[in-house]
């Protein structure tokens, strides 16, 4: 059986789409953070691979025909954007100033806790990148000496909090407007927040994409000022 | 043929994004690459919104779903977070947060700033 796993090419492609099927219809139901489609989905994948024991790698042999779809995904985002560019204009200051905030204030937070951890070099710079997009955060954490794989799991954990939390601590921060929401779901977690970012709404979609490529970019230019520190 | 022609459109701006990181001694993949050239192109009319609307918007929803595989794959990255798994998952949901935080309050901030000035 294992053998017909491992020359499948369409079982990874489907347990991916079951599994965020069941997760929409779970959040459907109860409408609760926790109800994440992607967080249920990825939980379900992996349940399932354990339980019929079947490797990581057979599954990824299908699915990266899903992920080969990222960059496209990625480069769409350039579209919403550009719907709201009015709006943009006439707020870049504002926005700008938040990107850069937010950057500076992820550096900065992860340099204390780090401090307050006792953690050794390696693994702060690990996680220095951890609110970008993956494909940059790996390239930053690679250039400073970190573990990549290490940065990755960061990474996306990073996105999948934002994904699920962003609309409870927008409210408890108060930040109410769609410009504001928009760039604190980017800022602090790329592409996998956005993701959530484009259901809240087509301005907050179009600002949390900006911030990707914006925050990104900082984020190589300050993450080797930080690495310095520690 | 629309939904061929716009991801015909979509790919080679992903082609072309590819390229530059291969050229260019910068640390951006090709993705960010994409997302400019792509802006750039619309801005300047150089392609039309109708080129690649549909299908990007539907690319655009799907999203989540791409970063199943990525995600699971921390099945395997699981042993190499053991030794510090609570400083990290700390660090990780605390700055996460924080960052969310700030920078929503600073645009919010700024933004009602401007609204009083003008």
């Known amino acids: 059986m294992s053998e017909f796993f491992e020359t499948s090419v369409f079982f990874g492609v489907f347990l991916s789409l079951f599994s965020y099927g069941i997760g929409l219809l779970l959040k459907k139901k109860w409408k609760l953070d926790l109800c994440n489609p992607l967080l249920i989905a990825v939980i379900i994948v992996i349940l399932v691979l354990s339980v019929l024991k079947i490797d990581c790698r057979v599954y990824q042999q299908g699915a990266k025909y899903i992920s080969f779809l990222l960059t496209p995904a990625t480069i769409c985002l350039a579209v919403p954007l550009y719907e709201q560019i009015e709006l943009l204009k006439k707020n870049y200051i504002a926005v700008l100033l938040g990107i850069f905030s937010g950057v500076l204030s992820s550096l900065a937070s992860i340099f204390i806790l780090a401090v307050l951890f006792e953690l050794d070099h390696a693994s702060y710079v690990t996680l220095l990148p951890k609110s970008i997009t993956t494909a940059i955060g790996m390239g930053v954490s690679e250039e400073l000496g970190g573990y990549v794989s290490v940065t990755v799991a960061v990474i996306i954990v990073t996105g999948v909090i934002g994904n699920m939390f962003a609309e409870t601590i927008c409210r408890v921060f108060k930040i109410q407007d769609s410009i504001a929401k928009g760039i604190a779901i980017g800022t602090s977690s790329h592409a996998i927040g956005t993701a959530k970012a484009m259901e809240l709404g087509e301005v907050e979609g179009a600002m949390s994409s900006l911030s990707i490529v914006v925050s990104g970019i900082l984020t190589v230019l300050g993450a080797g000022l930080f690495a310095n520190f520690m | ?118």
């Open chain 2, 1 to 118: 043929m629309k939904f061929l022609r716009q991801f015909g459109v979509i790919l080679l701006i992903s082609f072309i994004g590819e390229l530059l990181y291969a050229l260019l001694p910068f640390p951006i993949p090709a993705s960010i690459y994409g997302i400019i050239i792509l802006f750039l192109c619309l801005e300047f009319r150089i392609i039309s919104l109708d080129s690649v609307k549909e299908t990007s918007d539907f690319l655009i929803e799907i999203m989540p779903v791409m970063f199943i595989p990525a995600a699971a794959g921390l099945m395997d990255s699981w042993q190499n977070m053991k030794p510090a798994l609570i400083p990290y998952a700390v660090i990780t949901v605390v700055t996460t947060c924080v960052v969310m935080a700030v920078s929503g309050r600073v645009v919010q901030f700024g933004m009602r700033r401007k609204d009083r000035h003008e």
